[in-house]
C-alpha cells in the first residue's frame, strides 16, 4: 500500500502559479504510476496529468497542456504538478493518485490510492 498527501494548495489570481506537491509513504513508490485528478465544484473528478514509473512518460488534460507540468522524484518519493498561467476554470480539489498499473489510465476509477485532495481556487 501507498499513502499520499498533498500539499499546495491557496487562492491565486488568474495568470498566477502554484506548485502542487504530493508526498508517498512506503519504499516501493517507483512501482507505482502517478496521477493528478481535479474535481471541480458541482462536477466529477477528471483526469489532470499523469507520468509512468520511471518519469520517462507523462500525459496532460487537454486544456492544461503547456500550463501544467507533472514530475517525480523517486528519491524522495514525491510527485509534483507545477502549474502555471493559472485560470479560474482550474478552481477544484485537486487529488493525487497512485496505481500499480503498467500504464497511466485517465480513469479516475481505474487508480489504486489517493490522497485527501488539496484545494486551488483560482479567481478572475
Known amino acids: 500500500q501507498v499513502q499520499l498527501v498533498e500539499s499546495g494548495g491557496g487562492l491565486v489570481q488568474a495568470g498566477d502559479s502554484l506548485r502542487l506537491s504530493c508526498a508517498a509513504s512506503?519504499?516501493?513508490?517507483?512501482?507505482?504510476?502517478m496521477g493528478w485528478f481535479r474535481q471541480p465544484p458541482g462536477k466529477e473528478r477528471e483526469f489532470v496529468a499523469a507520468i509512468t514509473r520511471s518519469g520517462d512518460k507523462t500525459g496532460y488534460l487537454d486544456s492544461v497542456k503547456g500550463r501544467f507540468t507533472i514530475s517525480r522524484d523517486n528519491a524522495k518519493n514525491t510527485v509534483v504538478l507545477q502549474m502555471n498561467s493559472l485560470k479560474p476554470e482550474d478552481t477544484a480539489i485537486y487529488y493525487c493518485a497512485a496505481d500499480t498499473a503498467a500504464v497511466p489510465d485517465r480513469m479516475a476509477a481505474l487508480w489504486d490510492y489517493w490522497g485527501q485532495g488539496t484545494q486551488v481556487t483560482v479567481s478572475s
Open positions: 512506503g519504499r516501493t513508490f517507483n512501482n507505482y504510476v
